[in-house]
């Protein structure tokens, strides 16, 4: 039997207009938005139909946006196929998408996931008001080298995407000095990312403080479905495991890498993504070439549920 694993995006996926297909052809989808304009208290589904791309793009507004439009994705595809879509074994998501993960394994619901999210935007923003920090993509360098240009250059390893793609994080000078030192060592490219904080580093501790006490006042479920942590890449099986894993997150890397090896070595051979863009089925295809993929972000995905490319 195939086993299946769902995914979720994190921040850089957003897109104006994402969503709307779906919330003008299924009844959950208009919940689902309602819902989350009623957790934020604020229209978070105008920003994802209308934009401006701008405001969407802020930490603040895109991780909830996110969580609502993977969700959205996730009950149309549900509405409309009914048992169609496959079980999963496990779920997994990248940095902010592991909340969407968590909120569909039932360790909290919908409306508290973006809450959170909103939350973490906002906390992850202010720390970057705090100390400038930037970010960058390493490609075509291994792992050993670009942590050795972390070293000289006083960054670190924010994510371990797929083989060729490394992702840094530090203070904005010494990323511009780390790039510069990558690309001398033989890197084919290092690329700016637009982004507001150093993500996934130290200087992102402020950020754990606030963070740390919001999740304290959150009350965590068991998950139902067992959710590979970022930073472990291993699955989390208890609510303490999961409140860890939210709280090391923000100031360690991403093992996206491991996380997908782990599921394939546990039998996954298919990968369905769900929420807009297609960043992490990109990834998956360069991490394992055997393993079937498919993404689900938008109408025509949800009405072609079924037919995985390999």
Not at 8 to 15: K, N, T, W
Not at 20 to 43: C, H, M, P, T, W
Not at 129 to 150: P, S, T
Not at 198 to 210: C, I, K, N, R
Request: proline share 5%; hydrophobic share 40%; glycine share 8%.
């Amino acid at each position: 039997m195939t086993k299946v694993a769902w995914v979720f995006p994190g921040q850089g996926s957003q897109s104006v207009g994402m969503g709307r297909d779906l919330y003008d052809n299924a009844k959950s989808v208009k919940a689902i938005f309602k819902q989350a304009d009623e957790a934020l208290g604020f229209s978070i589904s105008t920003l994802c139909f209308e934009g401006p791309e701008d405001d969407l793009r802020q930490t603040i507004n895109a991780q909830p946006a996110l969580v609502t439009d993977s969700f959205a994705c996730l009950e149309a595809t549900r509405e409309i196929n009914g048992n169609k879509l496959p079980a999963p074994a496990f779920l997994a998501g990248h940095s902010l998408g592991e909340y969407t993960a968590l909120a569909v394994a039932g360790v909290f619901d919908f409306a508290t996931a973006v809450r959170l999210a909103r939350e973490r935007g906002r906390l992850m923003h202010e720390a970057g008001q705090k100390r400038a920090g930037a970010m960058a993509a390493i490609i075509a360098l291994d792992e050993d080298k670009v942590a050795e240009v972390c070293r000289e250059s006083d960054t670190v390893i924010a994510n371990i995407n797929c083989p060729g793609q490394i992702v840094i994080s530090g203070a904005a000078e010494n990323i511009t000095k780390a790039m510069e030192m990558a690309t001398a060592a033989g890197a084919s490219r290092a690329i700016p990312l637009q982004v507001s904080g150093a993500f996934h580093s130290a200087l992102m501790q402020p950020a754990v403080e606030g963070m740390t006490e919001y999740l304290d006042a959150t009350t965590f479920e068991t998950p139902s479905i067992p959710v590979i942590g970022n930073t472990t890449a291993e699955p989390m099986t208890t609510a303490e495991a999961v409140k860890t894993e939210l709280r090391n997150q923000l100031t360690n890397p991403v093992q996206w890498q491991r996380t997908i090896e782990y599921m394939v070595n546990e039998g996954v051979s298919t990968f369905i993504e769900i929420g807009p863009g297609k960043v992490l089925t990109g990834l998956i295809r360069r991490i394992n070439k055997e393993v079937a993929t498919q993404n689900i972000g938008d109408l025509e995905a949800v009405r072609n549920l079924g037919n995985p490319s390999p």
